[in-house]
């Protein structure tokens, strides 16, 4: 009774080793309306987390990737050491995280970085880039007078966190999808 469990564990394990080496392989190429801002290195050991803080205005990208082991990033506005149960923000990939910081969030920004405890140490490289790139008015928007910009950003945020909510959704669903068929097949 136990052969079947633990094949389907040894296969679970076998997928996430797969997308981690993955993750490593591959280098992100970055857009030219990204402007890098700093990078920063760390290590975190397992179920331990490590707080920064993000002072910087504007659209912010965080970029992390986990040289060794598991990190995963979580983000807040409203406490400066967010954690998988208190955060806004959140990537938990097993593999490159990317967090998009919008530009209404109350600064200081708080930024933890969790070491997964599937790895005794974790090893890290976090990018944060200034997003400038100028996002087109909604059509038959009025254009913003002097000082309207900042209300606009903020009628758009709920918008931007659904889609990262969206975003996070899927990509849970798919990996789960993608466990199921590769323990059935």
């Known amino acids: 009774m136990a052969a079947p469990w633990t094949g389907a564990l040894l296969v679970l394990l076998a997928t996430q080793a797969a997308s981690c080496a993955d993750g490593l392989a591959e280098e992100e190429e970055v857009p030219a309306e990204w402007v890098l801002l700093h990078v920063v290195q760390g ?48 990537a938990v990939t097993c593999g490159p995280d990317v967090v998009l910081v919008p530009a209404h969030f109350r600064r200081p920004v708080g930024i933890g970085v969790y070491g997964h405890p599937s790895h005794r ?43 990262e909510e969206e975003s996070v959704l899927w990509t849970i669903l798919i990996s789960i999808l993608k466990l199921v068929l590769e323990i059935l097949f």
């Open 43 to 90: 290590q975190i050991g397992a179920g331990n987390y490590s707080y920064l803080r993000l002072n910087h205005e504007g659209k912010i990208v965080l970029q992390m990737r986990s040289l060794r082991g598991d990190a995963d990033l979580y983000v807040s506005d409203s406490t400066l050491h967010p954690s998988f149960d208190d955060y806004a923000l959140q």
């Open 121 to 163: 140490e974790s090893e890290f490289e976090m990018k944060v880039y200034l997003d400038t790139a100028v996002e087109p008015p909604l059509p038959g928007a009025a254009a913003p007078s002097d000082g309207a910009d900042a209300g606009h950003a903020r009628a758009d945020a709920p918008q931007d966190a659904s889609q």
